[in-house]
């Protein structure tokens, strides 16, 4: 490269001089700076902006504080998203505000169409469902403003209050292993100030009010279009409208947008292990009361391994469900929630029956180590007490399906409902507990109860894909009524659509291996017991692609939203 | 309920006597106060702040303006050790008033990023960048392009600038390119948003000059906003709109329902480019029902008769029928106009980015002429700017102007720049040089063989992009200056200089009421990032020409060669006592000159021209300017039959996103795929749902994005926000043949579901 033109040398170094003067700050020195160190003032000079937003006193006993959010004043520009993330010191990409975005009416239609943003936050519900679901107290709804606050250190991250809660305010942090959300910057109105929203909208569309507690809502009544009924959590937000009526038919932007939920697989695992266990003793306990009701001999054999591969599928699941919680060494609080939580009942109820399981087990198995038991212990030991845990633990257990199904019942998320929710936890229960004692059975030689329990379990296996094809596998389902039903089908088609294969697929191949060892079974018992095994345990499989699902596919109301 | 409460606490509005404390769970059980909470705790705030987390409790504080729009917002900047830790709005910046939009509180994050240039940075042979020293950097870009010059002709090499840098960096670009390097031709990214305004004004009034202040927003009884969305484009302008006492009627012509048309209390939808016959309809309506100000247009323009005479051509019943307004609209938006006692009209890029836009701008300056809407508070034709600093570059990037509003032409003018800037009468060149498109058509011709583009990214926002990417691989040499060596343009250079950005440097801005403000240093430039100020200098050196820039050696310096460049001109700033004086004002309102300062102890803030009704021209009068309405280049029809609109998407998107892309909690505000707004009838004919894919294709190009289904678009038209690297795939290069912006909002396209 050569130039035809001379290049003047530099000086020496310039550029070193540049670089030095570029990283120098002192610059500042020269402005004066607005406002000296110690120099307080009365009161925050924003104060001017936002005194009238907020109430003169705190609320009287009865009444609450809560925000009132002025749409015709809300223009769309979120600075209530940053304002509270900024101010309130949170993580890169937390606010605990967010905005939506609805449109309302369509040309055809008499009015103009309109374009509404609406700011949303928590709702400081009278009847918070994340305070009722926490397992461990770590909601606190404060008797006097009705602030609902997070204790942030009594968090066990567990998650249950994303699902509890309707309007999907609080948020987990992978970093700190909780959740965290509005607070309606508790802090800054102790304070006499305005929360960080409120301070930081231009159009003054956010203030602080106060409200009477005792709502009560319409069964039909949402805060805003498409959001969770009102009726659920009492939220107190109050939306104040020149059109309200219009707004309440919008459509959101977000509207049939949906995106897959998160899987909480270690709850999943959990789930469909514990429900396996529960299955297997139950199966097993009946099949030997039929025998002696048919008088035949029952196998003490058969029950030894039986419970202990109840113990076993229980253990594994509920020692994988702490990897659930984001900090598990706080979860021993657990017991606190019990009087409002069924995730507290669940863990309590889960963990007595594994006790009581391990109890029957050990003395199932005693006989056959009875020389290295002291006497003193077997002979205060019944004969009967062995059976007396193994059956004491069906209550428990069954006590412990049923808190686990209305962990999710209570949610009030539409497809995690009554029928949607037992149909799936019980058919578990029966489909791999038939199937595993149907092989267990054969293994020790009862081919023609293998063969039967074979055939019963193949019966529900069949009845539940059949089911779970017409409500979100098949592609039947998108023509339904039902909007909820809509919406998964699509997220089960487009983006779970290789869970869903999975799923159908394990469930055929769990369904033909079993028929097949109930087929032979009765001539070929050992051969048999080998499959009904294996084919236990593809449902076990299968059921958990199943759960999987119902997490992932979950769609339900949500406040207005924007395109992602 | 009627219980007395009084605050335990004075001032609390936690703590109430009424309510007794109740009995908590001892802290082993339930944790109330630990290692997460303390994280989270607020202290009572020093310097005014109130309440404050650690992370944002400063030592001190200094107000700088915003670097994104031209709204020029005060930004508090929390300083610990002279370092910026963060930023609150200033509550007493007389622009923003304690407020800012999400781009503003996020100012400070996006500088902290991986793709900051931190070295300059030269193309290897395998396509790949190596870092280099500046020194290295420096030899290779004089190097370069002084072969260039040597071989094709000084004009061979050219720059291309921003309205995002300061007007000392754009003054001493535009010096030492054209007076220095020898360069004839340079523009701004300002030609992409801003030309038509600066033409309008200038062939009306005389002289390129916004007349308004923001407080007329607060002062109209009348607003009407032209091809602007204020909400979304300036919100917190939107939050002095709101605070307007007079209960304001407000008309909007936008082809679609925006936020602000939501806010009107009249929505004229007019078709897309039917704007200037409208505003003729409007027009002739005003004058046919007398509110007409006869003795302003008597006394202060001229043409009134010939306006008179060429409206009368649009009669409101044909008008009605080609802009889809009802006549009954245009007659409610002219009484409205004529009876209002002060009428504000505000364009933004509606009309800025349109093929007949400076024509339709001077329609809208018209009616504020003949109804004697100018110069009172809440009045005016008002052009709402884009940038940051495109008014800035309007005034001293030495492109369309001569440096300081002066012309190339004349020579009286090159004698007063030559004199003070102490060089050679003979380095200035006497003629304009090309526009923007010009350049770019230079360069597919081989004219043009160097470009140097400084903060700016054409190969994101230039109209027809396809195309305009291969014109960029035309050259033999590229630099880019940028913060970021990511950009869609950075990727084409051969050369990368590391520029530092907003909050890096010291400068001024000038926001769209005429107002100079402060940037400052607050916070240290990556690596071996330099101020573009400090590149010039360094350029300077390496060039050869450092004795001929020896007056600029700070950007205050450079202030002061402004404004004795601005003496005696209406944008005259003589009576700044530099920049601490800036900082005392809260920025100074064009013209401050020395005679106002002598007369005046402080600026008053709220400052607005031609209230002696004298105007820019020889005679003091305006001009009423008009002209026939010409038909859109490339018209739908049925192979492309949607007409697709391009625009602001967010607040919290800025053009080509180099800069917003860059904040997770701004990413969290905007759809981060590309979309399109279709209306449910256009959806329902293609088969597509809401959220669904489609593919959109012009004769250009084709991209795939999802479909918004909204009903505030009108059927067989589109939105698609210009934010989005693949929108300008579409778009359909052409220009105002007055201001030579390209009009970016009228492209014929398909949409197909995927």
Redesign the interface.
Known sequence: ????????D??PD??GD??R???S?????????????????N???????YRDL??A???????Q?AFQVDL??C?????C???C??????E????WR??GTI?I???ETDS??????VTTACHHCEDPGCLNGCPV?AY?K????G?VRH?????IGCKYCTMMCPYEVPKYSDR?G?V?KCDM?????????APACV??????AIA?TIV?QGMTFASDERIASGAPLSSISKPTTQYVSSVSEKIASAVP?????DHVAESHWPLAVMLVATQASVGIIIAERFWSAALVLAGVETSIMATRISATAALLVGGIGLNIAPLHLGQPL?AW?VF?GLKTSWLSREAIILGKYMGVLTAAVVLLWMPTFSEYVPDIIQAWTPDWAAKAALGLSIPIGIAGLYSSAMIYIVTRRKLWRHSRTFVRFLGTSVIVGLAGVAGIAAVVGYGKSAAIMGLISVAFAVAKLVWEYRIHLGSGVSSSTDDFDRRSHRLVKSQLSELAKIRTISGAVGIFVLLLAATIAPASPSLSGVAAIFAAAVFLASELAERWLYFSSVVYDRMPG??? | ???E???A????????A??ED?KV?PQL?????????R????Q?????????????T??????AVCGYCSTGCGL?IH?RE??AI?L??E??YPV???????KG??ALRVLDSDDRATHPLIKNPNGGFSKA???DA???F???F??I??EHGKQSVAFLSTGQIPSEEMAFLGALAKFGMGMVHGDGNTRQCMATAVTAYKESFGFDAPPYTYDDFEQSDCMVFVGANP??GH??L??RV?RNKNNPEIIVLDPR????A??ASQ?L?LSPKSDLALLYAITGEIIRRGYVDDSFVQASTTGFEQLCEHVAKFDTESVAKISGVSEEQIIKAAEAIGTGNAVSLWWTMGVNQSYEGTRTAQAIINIALITGNIGRPGTGANSITGQCNAMGSRLWSNTTNLIGHHRFEDADDRAKVACELDIDIESIPTETGWSYDRIMEGIQNDEIKGLWVIATNPAHSWIHQSNAREILDKLDFLVVQDMYSSTETARHADLVLPA?AWG???GTFINSERRYS?L??????PG????DF?IF??VA????V?EMFSQWTDPEAAFRIMQRLSEDKPSDITGIDG??HL??CGGIQWPWTSADAKQWAKPYQQRRLFSDSVFHHDDGKAKLIIDDITPMPEPTCDDYPTMLLTGRG???QWHTQTRTSKS??????????P?IEI???DARSIGV???EQVRVTSRRGSLIA?A?V???V??KQAFMPMHYEATNQLTLSHFDPHSRQPSYKNSAVRIEAV
């Open positions: 490269m050569s130039s035809t033109l001379p290049i003047t530099p000086s310039l550029v540049l670089l003067e570029q990283q700050l002192s610059a500042v020195e020269r402005f004066s700076v607005l406002h000296e160190a110690g120099n307080i003032e009161e925050p000079a924003q104060a001017r902006y907020l109430p006193s705190p609320p009287s006993p009865g009444q504080f015709d004043k223009s769309g520009c979120k600075a998203v940053v304002a993330h900024t101010l309130n010191g949170l890169e990409d937390e606010s967010k905005v449109t009416g369509e040309a103009l169409p309109t374009i509404q943003h107290k606190d404060d008797p006097v403003t602030i204790l942030d250190d009594q968090c700190l909780i965290r910057c508790h802090q800054r109105l102790s304070a006499g100030e301070q930081a909208c231009p159009n003054e602080i009477d932007q977000d509207a049939k947008v706080r609080r606190l924007t395109f992602k | 309920m009627s219980i409460t009084t605050s606490k004075p001032g609390s509005l936690t703590q109430s009424a309510i109740r769970l059980i339930q944790a109330r106060t630990g290692k997460m909470t994280e989270l705790l607020l009572p705030g020093s310097h005014g702040l109130g309440m404050t987390h650690s992370g944002l400063p030592d001190a504080t200094t107000t508090r300083l002279d370092e963060g609150t709005p509550t007493n923003n008033l304690g407020m800012a939009c999400p509180w996020e020293t500046w020194d420096l030899r290779l004089t190097d370069r002084k072969s010059q040597a909400c979304i919100p917190i939107w939050e709101l329902r925006t936020e602000t939501m806010a929505h939808q530092a890096e440097k010291e402060l400052k240093k607050v916070a240290k430039a071996e990032a330099l101020s400090n200098r360094a050196h390496y060039w050869g450092a920049y601490e900082d005392d967010a607040v919290s997770p909690v701004l990413r969290k505000l905007y759809p981060n795929e979309y209306h449910p009838d749902q809401n959220g999802n918004m909204v009903p505030t009108k059927p």
